[in-house]
């Protein structure tokens, strides 16, 4: 299994990024996909997970409103859409995977991990 995740960068506070995770060698159907993130200092923490068919999603509060993960019916990429970013979202996101059906919180729920990509917010 390969996740590759991609789309980060540099903006300033306020702008928006939607990141993309690719992946191979899964049944997608049967794999909750994920994004987690870890900040300089700072555990890694959840972000947003989506089920197989984009119906159920969950996500971390902080980004609750600003932040929409979206698959197509159980098809590659899944996208995280970042808007209204603040430098508190400065970190390097994981797309994640779990063989399952309920998006979870849990980083050790999922197997793999992505190599993930930087996404800076200056202020």
């Known amino acids: 299994v390969q996740l590759q995740a991609s789309g980060g960068g540099m903006v300033q506070a306020g702008d928006s990024l939607r990141l993309s995770c690719g992946a191979s060698g899964l049944t997608l159907s049967s794999y909750v996909m994920g994004w987690f993130r870890q900040a300089p200092g700072k555990e890694r923490e959840f972000v947003a997970a989506?089920?197989?068919?984009?119906?159920?999603?969950a996500y971390a509060d902080d980004v609750k409103g600003r932040f929409t993960i979206s698959r197509d019916n159980a098809k590659i990429p899944v996208y995280l859409q970042m808007n209204s970013l603040t430098p508190e979202d400065t970190a390097v996101y994981y797309c994640?995977?779990?063989?399952?059906?309920?998006?979870?919180?849990?980083?050790?729920?999922?197997?793999?991990w992505g190599q993930g990509t930087l996404v800076t917010v200056s202020s």
């Open positions: 989506i089920d197989w068919s984009g119906g159920d999603t």
């Open positions: 994640t995977a779990t063989y399952g059906r309920v998006p979870t919180k849990n980083a050790y729920a999922y197997d793999h």
